[in-house]
């Protein structure tokens, strides 16, 4: 007699079971696209705060980078001389891309057009042409920082806006995207365009799927019941 309860039983644990898969199943591809969305908003969040985007604006760094180019940069990274660094400026009040020249406590001297640090000349072989200025001589102090074009003769820089100090230098230039990866702004636009994009989409999927996935969970539901019934009284049938 105890038989057919056994086997009614057994029934409904498994249509239960059906129905946790079916749902499992239907959730598990909208989770995985979220979880994959929010992964890729964290990834670009961490590249931006800790390898900033420059754009080069205008000739002052010719021929080393040309205007358009994309440069990314390394935050916290230990500054040499003949670096080239992402700073900005109070006194422009923007942003600018120069090559470090002096370090802290290093004497600078311009005389009869070179450049002289701690009374030895540069070479410098990155400068787009033959420098025409004026003579000057500072030491710098102990968080300040020298810098120049390498266009010397269409550059503002530390012979205008003075040396640099270190809290204005946002990172060093470690790839030219353009360049070494043909990336532009034109690329880096429309991917702004996508994230935007893609941003959207994950918003109304979320309010979208906050009202219809429970829909669609009480038609299982209601589905896996009348199945269970169905099941049920088969089962009493069969006895």
């Not at 644990?13 to 979880?35: I, P, Y």
């Not at 992402?86 to 422009?92: E, G, N, P, Q, T």
């Not at 072989?125 to 010397?152: H, K, Q």
Request: proline share 3%.
């Amino acid at each position: 007699m105890n038989e057919p309860d056994n086997i009614s039983g057994e029934k409904l644990s498994s249509a239960e079971t059906d129905n946790k898969n079916k749902k499992e199943k239907h959730f598990s591809l909208a989770d995985t696209l979220q979880f994959l969305f929010l992964l890729a908003v964290i990834a670009l969040i961490i590249f931006i705060r800790q390898m900033p985007l420059f754009t080069v604006d205008g000739h002052s760094m010719d021929h080393t980078y040309s205007h358009g180019d994309l440069l990314v940069g390394e935050k916290n990274a230990d500054i040499k001389a003949g670096d080239i660094l992402i700073i900005y400026s109070d006194v422009l009040s923007e942003r600018i891309v120069k090559r470090c020249i002096g370090l802290p406590g290093d004497k600078v001297e311009i005389r009869d057009n070179t450049v002289y640090v701690n009374g030895k000349a540069l070479k410098e072989d990155y400068i787009a042409e033959p420098m025409i200025t004026e003579d000057l001589s500072i030491t710098l102090a102990d968080d300040e920082y020298f810098v120049m074009g390498d266009n010397r003769n269409d550059s503002t820089d530390s012979r205008e806006i003075g040396p640099i100090p270190k809290n204005k230098i946002q990172a060093k230039v470690s790839h030219n995207l353009t360049k070494e990866y043909h990336i532009t702004t034109a690329h880096l636009k429309w991917f702004k365009r996508i994230i935007i994009i893609a941003a959207a989409c994950y918003i109304i999927f979320t309010i979208l799927g906050s009202f219809l996935f429970p829909l669609f969970r009480r038609k299982d539901e209601k589905g896996s019941d009348s199945a269970t019934e169905e099941d049920t009284y088969s089962g009493e049938d069969s006895e």
